[in-house]
């Protein structure tokens, strides 16, 4: 009953309004609230995935014209999404990993080692599961793009799909709709690696990073 308790109090994403848009105040408040996320990343690895050195290099990236205090402050709200996240221990995360992200540095080689060993630690951790899509299997479904669905406690609220765009976002909430993504999200997950098959991989990529 997280969206009850939580109603007339002060969204603590607020702290950090000046450096994050509306739309991405608008995703961590889903966050917040969800006991079960499923995502699907193209461009970079899901956030509450990153380390802090890949998050300080990836809002770098993607806002360049912000100053290295704006950078820092953007990087504590990273932080804080994670703490809060891995302190609720009744919260899930899946994630299909695309393998573009892993090759695709952010930061130096010792940043990439450093992410890939927070990603192999994590799939001891029973809130997250992960599959990895791989470069090289030909016909994979991955035509989601940037999307997550939220689903919440007690059904106060519809599952939600949100669909991160450029430099804003949409929001599906059409039963219909949710359910084709959810169909598509599902085939996706069933032809990526296992989980056992995803550590693998993980270690065979951090040892290129050696």
């Not at 739309?23 to 193209?42: D, K, N, W």
């Not at 990236?61 to 999404?81: D, G, N, W, Y």
């Not at 997550?148 to 599952?159: R, S």
């Amino acid at each position: 009953m997280e969206l009850l308790k939580n109603a007339n109090q002060r969204p603590w994403w607020q702290d950090w309004s000046d450096v994050t848009a509306r739309h991405l105040q608008t995703f961590v408040s889903f966050e917040a609230t969800a006991r079960r996320i499923c995502t699907y990343e193209p461009r970079h690895l899901p956030t509450l995935l990153q380390t802090g050195e890949y998050a300080r290099a990836l809002s770098g990236a993607r806002m360049p014209e912000a100053t290295p205090s704006e950078v820092e402050r953007l990087v504590e709200f990273h932080q804080k999404r994670v703490q809060r996240f891995e302190g609720s221990a009744e919260k899930k995360l899946i994630c299909v990993i695309d393998e573009l992200t892993l090759v695709r540095p952010y930061g130096d080689s010792g940043v990439m080692r450093r992410q890939i060993d927070r990603l192999i630690a994590l799939a001891d951790n029973p809130q997250f599961v992960m599959r990895i899509a791989e470069l090289s299997r030909p016909n994979l479904p991955v035509m989601l793009g940037s999307t997550t669905l939220f689903e919440f406690d007690d059904k106060l609220l519809p599952e939600i799909v949100y669909a991160e765009h450029f430099d804003d976002a949409s929001i599906l909430q059409e039963a219909g709709q949710v359910h084709k993504w959810i169909k598509h999200f599902d085939r996706l997950r069933q032809v990526s690696l296992s989980r056992e098959q995803s550590v693998h991989h993980l270690c065979k990529l951090r040892e290129m990073l050696e």
